[in-house]
């Protein structure tokens, strides 16, 4: 009798820890441990082919540091003057794969809205984006080796033609790329209907409306969305552009960024959780990136959920923007412009574990900003050997805090008391530069 009851008792404990074991892999990370990675972007590292030697080494030192899960090649495989030839593209795409770690590729405005140029070889735009979907974005894994699992908008059989967009996670963290180009993202101010500006908005749209209801439903603590485009997010729903009559003869191009504005809006309404936005600054920055939180619901209130980090490093054929992500600290995401000379050296440093929230710094127009939730600068070590302007030390983060940081919400105050939650509309007013922007400190 004792022997069975040591034994049922064992099965019961063996029971008993299944069960646990299986909470734990459902339930939120007080079970697990907490989610670190670190991920790189990069964009227009090639402008022509004499840049391909730079480009291989700094492809080369990315791969240098085992801390990163990923990196995302941002559009501009070429310069706006090379020919968008099929040999040059294969040429580009065997670079790509030499990846030590996966490689995320979004299109840009060179890889294909800007190849009806004569220096570009006076291509078709729609065609060269089909030869790209064709070969570069044809896999249902990133490039390079190891491979990433990606999820692309091709699997939905209504946007078969768009395999450029894509989703993927890690870390508990909703990632999704989108075909959005710089060139005002190829609108043509021609008659007639804009077919395949019309067509790839309406994709993208979708794409992150469903990245949104995908990030909410898998309770993500994160969504980050990536493009290669500036989209001059100052002009979004302009006076001039609401009130359009009032112009009278004043003609304005039309804004070919006001679609995927209105849906970062609607994506960081739907998930309330951080929205990160990452794209190629359309110039390079003193810093190397800048954050700030510039768009506006439909009652005029900031969306203070959302975050755009617009990265442009002085010379992109020598640096990266690094993401290192901590959830659980009260600044999660830490921001740093990584150099090729230097990567080396830094990846195998220790790893920094305090994680400090930085301390208020003065913005680009010399007023304090307070401590605010999320984002922290981290300045690079080692500056290039070329001057660079003076930048402060560290600045305050930017995004919402992560609640199982332990942080009191009284040391960093958002920026603004509620999150939108209204859908945007073109009721919205034209954003100031202020309280809400930042320079990114880099060398």
């Not at 963290?173 to 790839?200: C, K, M, Q, W």
């Not at 898998?218 to 002009?235: C, G, Q, Y």
């Not at 729903?237 to 504005?261: N, T, V």
């Not at 003193?286 to 506006?296: A, E, K, N, R």
Request: aromatic share 8%.
């Amino acid at each position: 009798m004792a022997v069975r009851r040591v034994r049922a008792r064992g099965r019961v404990a063996l029971a008993a820890a299944a069960a646990f074991g299986c909470l734990c892999s459902f339930a939120p990370p007080a079970c697990a441990a907490q989610s670190r990675y670190a991920f790189a972007v990069m964009s227009s590292a090639i402008g022509s082919q004499a840049d391909a030697p730079a480009a291989q080494r700094l492809l080369a030192a990315i791969g240098l540091d085992a801390r990163l899960s990923f990196v995302v090649y941002a559009g501009n495989l070429k310069g706006a003057d090379e020919p968008c030839s099929d040999t040059l593209y294969e040429r580009r795409l065997q670079w790509l794969q030499t990846s030590a770690v996966p490689l995320v590729l979004l299109p840009g405005q060179h890889d294909w809205a800007d190849c009806t140029t004569p220096a570009a070889g006076r291509y078709d735009a729609a065609e060269r984006l089909d030869f790209l979907r064709q070969t570069m974005f044809s896999d249902a894994v990133s490039l390079g080796r190891p491979t990433l699992s990606l999820t692309r908008e091709s699997e939905v059989a209504r946007f078969h033609a768009f395999r450029e967009n894509v989703r993927w996670e890690t870390g508990e963290t909703v990632f999704v790329g989108l075909d959005i180009v710089g060139g005002n993202n190829h609108y043509s101010d021609a008659g007639g209907r804009n077919g395949e500006f019309d067509d790839r908005a309406i994709a993208s749209a979708f794409w992150l409306q469903h990245a949104a209801e995908y990030a909410k439903r898998r309770a993500a603590k994160a969504l980050v969305v990536l493009f290669e485009a500036d989209p001059d997010f100052s002009r979004y729903e302009e006076h001039a552009d609401r009130f359009a009559w009032l112009r009278f003869a004043r003609h304005r191009k039309r804004d070919g960024y006001l679609e995927i504005k209105r849906s970062l809006v609607n994506a960081a309404r739907i998930f309330r959780g951080p929205v990160i936005v990452i794209h190629h600054s359309a110039h390079s920055l003193p810093g190397g990136f800048i954050i700030d939180q510039p768009l506006y619901n439909d009652k005029g209130t900031r969306v203070d959920n959302l975050t755009r980090i617009a990265i442009g490093p002085r010379d992109a054929s020598m640096q990266w923007v690094q993401f290192d992500v901590a959830f659980g600290h009260p600044a999660p995401f830490r921001v740093s412009v990584r150099t090729a000379n230097t990567a080396t050296a830094a990846s195998n440093s220790p790893s920094n574990d305090s994680w400090q929230t930085p301390t208020s710094a003065p913005n680009a127009s010399g007023a304090l900003i307070g401590p605010l939730p999320g984002i922290q600068n981290v300045p690079p070590a080692p500056p290039l050997p070329r001057p660079a302007p003076a930048m402060p030390a560290s600045e305050p983060p930017l995004l919402p805090e992560d609640p199982g940081s332990g942080a009191a919400a009284s040391t960093t105050p958002p920026l603004q008391g509620k999150a939108p939650t209204q859908q945007p509309t073109s009721n919205e007013p034209t954003p100031q530069q202020g309280p809400g922007s930042m320079q990114g400190g880099g060398p």
